[in-house]
Structure formats: structure tokens, C-alpha cells
Nanobody
Framework: QVQLVESGGDLVQAGGSLRLSCAAS????????MGWYRQAPGKQREFITS???????NYAAAVKGRFAISRDNAKNTVYLQMSGLKPEDTGVYYCNRLPNPISWGQGTQVTVSS
């Protein structure tokens, strides 16, 4: 079974920080391009950031300079460090493999209050 389980979402105030985790099983994140996505209320799921097998990162303009993707190969876990959070960052955050994503999980809710 291939599974990605997101965690770490919380209710935080604007300007705060949060670290999300994506625990993988059935795939090895070290050998997969991995990314984070989010879906705000009433909007489509959007790409946030990715980390390739060779270590290249890419960030959507909306989060560039505030978010950072990383991985811990020993834990087979991908992280998303978020700082300077804004109310518009509110949404459900998902991780997945790219290309060829697996089934989307439940994600983890991030709510940023003003």
C-alpha cells in the first residue's frame, strides 16, 4: 500500500509559524519527487512547492520566501516549514508524489486567523 499522511496543521495567528509533516509509506521519498499542495475554501487545489530527487526546489509565488520544503530520508518524511503565515494561507494542505500522484489523502487543516 502507498500512503501519505499529512499532519501538523493547526489554528495559528497571522504572522505565526507552523511545520507540516508528510509521513510516507509504500514509497520512498528519497527516490520520488515530492510536493505540497493546498486547497482553500471554495478554490481548487493549488501547487505550493516541490522537492525533486536531486534536491531542486520550486515554490509558487504566493509562498516563495515564506515556506520551505525539506525531507528526512531516515524518517521517510517530507516537511513544509511555514512562516509569516497569512489568513490567505488558510486551507487543507496535502502532500503527494509528482508526477504520477497517488490517491489524495485527507490532508491537514491550516487555519490562520487575522
Amino acid at each position: 500500500q502507498v500512503q501519505l499522511v499529512e499532519s501538523g496543521g493547526d489554528l495559528v495567528q497571522a504572522g505565526g509559524s507552523l511545520r507540516l509533516s508528510c509521513a510516507a509509506s509504500g514509497i520512498i521519498v528519497r527516490y520520488n519527487n515530492m510536493g505540497w499542495y493546498r486547497q482553500a475554501p471554495g478554490k481548487q487545489r493549488e501547487f505550493i512547492t516541490s522537492l525533486t530527487i536531486n534536491g531542486t526546489t520550486n515554490y509558487a509565488a504566493a509562498v516563495k520566501g515564506r515556506f520551505a520544503i525539506s525531507r528526512d530520508n531516515a524518517k521517510n518524511t517530507v516537511y513544509l516549514q511555514m512562516s509569516g503565515l497569512k489568513p490567505e494561507d488558510t486551507g487543507v494542505y496535502y502532500c503527494n508524489r509528482l508526477p504520477n500522484p497517488i490517491s489524495w489523502g485527507q490532508g491537514t487543516q491550516v487555519t490562520v486567523s487575522s
